[in-house]
């Protein structure tokens, strides 16, 4: 059973799935999110929400926890990720969000 747990833990990152992750930085065109220990994928600004959005920053912070879903594995590996995706494909996750994010998107208004 405990190699099951390991193997769980150190499986790579699949395509068009959902996973949990932490928002490791924020940057001015997205967000590296970390679904697996040691493996983080970005985040586009574009993919974050439905809406557009003016900065990153008014929606996520260094630390949220966040749905996303893999979108696109290149050759070398690097992971593109959709946060609007895993909304779209696991509604029930949107309202959970909302309760952790509404505050923080109040507070940067115009």
Same mark, same amino acid.
Do not use: W
């Given at each position: 059973?405990?190699i099951?747990?390991?193997q769980?833990?150190?499986?790579e990152?699949?395509?068009?799935?959902i996973?949990?992750?932490?928002?490791?930085?924020?940057?001015?065109?997205?967000a590296?999110v970390?679904?697996?220990?040691?493996?983080?994928?970005l985040?586009?600004?574009?993919? $974050?929400?439905?809406?557009?959005?003016?900065?990153?920053?008014?929606?996520?912070?260094?630390?949220?926890?966040? +749905?996303?879903?893999?979108?696109? $594995?290149?050759?070398?590996?690097?992971?593109?990720?959709?946060?609007?995706?895993?909304?779209?494909?696991?509604?029930?996750i949107t309202?959970?969000e909302?309760?952790?994010?509404?505050?923080? +998107?109040a507070?940067?208004s115009?």
């Amino acid at each position: 059973m405990a190699i099951g747990i390991i193997q769980d833990i150190c499986r790579e990152a699949e395509l068009d799935r959902i996973y949990v992750g932490k928002v490791k930085s924020i940057k001015e065109f997205g967000a590296f999110v970390e679904i697996i220990p040691g493996n983080e994928g970005l985040l586009h600004i574009s993919q $974050i929400a439905e809406s557009r959005i003016r900065s990153v920053g008014d929606v996520l912070s260094e630390g949220d926890i966040v +749905a996303v879903k893999v979108i696109e $594995i290149d050759g070398n590996g690097k992971m593109r990720l959709s946060r609007k995706a895993a909304h779209r494909d696991q509604p029930g996750i949107t309202e959970q969000e909302k309760l952790k994010i509404a505050p923080a +998107a109040a507070g940067g208004s115009a």
